[in-house]
């Protein structure tokens, strides 16, 4: 039996965003193409869901991506998506907690989540969790900052987590 995923593209400020959906929820959104991204992806699947087929299905994602344009727009704080996490058990607990605590224009630090999923000598390990995040943007990754405040690795680049953090703290 053939499994496919569908994606679709959108243009935005910070660059190509990819957004990817097994046909009822969104599996991952990444910042560049499916051309770009192909390769990883194909690693990611095979690890997490098995061999795959991905079909360019715009109108799959479409409301992730009016979502998202929102955003940009600044008419958007809070997504409603329905998603699937793919990843280790104490991955998926980082990521709920970057979804269910840190608002828009707010930030915290690694120590300040390791702290709210009851775990707060695994400082590193939610680094390591939040730099392996599948959900750009709408799981807030861009949000966590070093504990002295200052802005410290994001996956996609300190240039998008930059942009990220003045277009929502922008008044």
């Given at each position: 039996m053939d499994k496919h995923l569908y994606y679709g593209e959108m243009e935005s400020p910070i660059g190509t965003i990819l957004?990817?959906?097994?046909?009822?929820n969104i599996v991952r959104i990444d910042f560049g193409?499916?051309?770009v991204m192909k390769e990883k992806l194909e690693v990611w699947t095979r690890r997490y869901i098995g061999e795959i087929n991905f079909v360019c299905k715009p109108e799959k994602v479409q409301h992730v991506i009016d979502q998202l344009n929102d955003y940009f727009l600044r008419q958007k704080k809070e997504f409603t998506i329905n998603?699937?996490?793919y990843g280790t058990p104490f991955q998926k607990k980082v990521w709920q907690a970057l979804?269910?605590?840190?608002p828009f224009g707010i930030t915290k630090?690694?120590?300040?989540?390791?702290?709210?999923?009851?775990?707060?000598?695994?400082?590193?390990?939610v680094g390591g969790a939040v730099n392996k995040n599948p959900f750009s943007i709408i799981v807030?990754?861009?949000?966590?900052?070093?504990?002295?405040?200052?802005?410290?690795?994001?996956?996609?680049?300190?240039?998008?987590?930059?942009?990220?953090?003045?277009?929502?703290?922008?008044?």
């Open positions: 957004v990817i959906s097994n046909g009822e193409s499916m051309a998603f699937d996490f979804y269910d605590h840190i630090s690694y120590k300040d989540i390791a702290e709210t999923i009851g775990n707060p000598k695994a400082v590193r390990a807030p990754c861009h949000r966590v900052i070093g504990a002295n405040g200052k802005m410290v690795g994001y996956n996609g680049g300190l240039d998008k987590k930059e942009f990220l953090l003045a277009h929502e703290f922008a008044k």
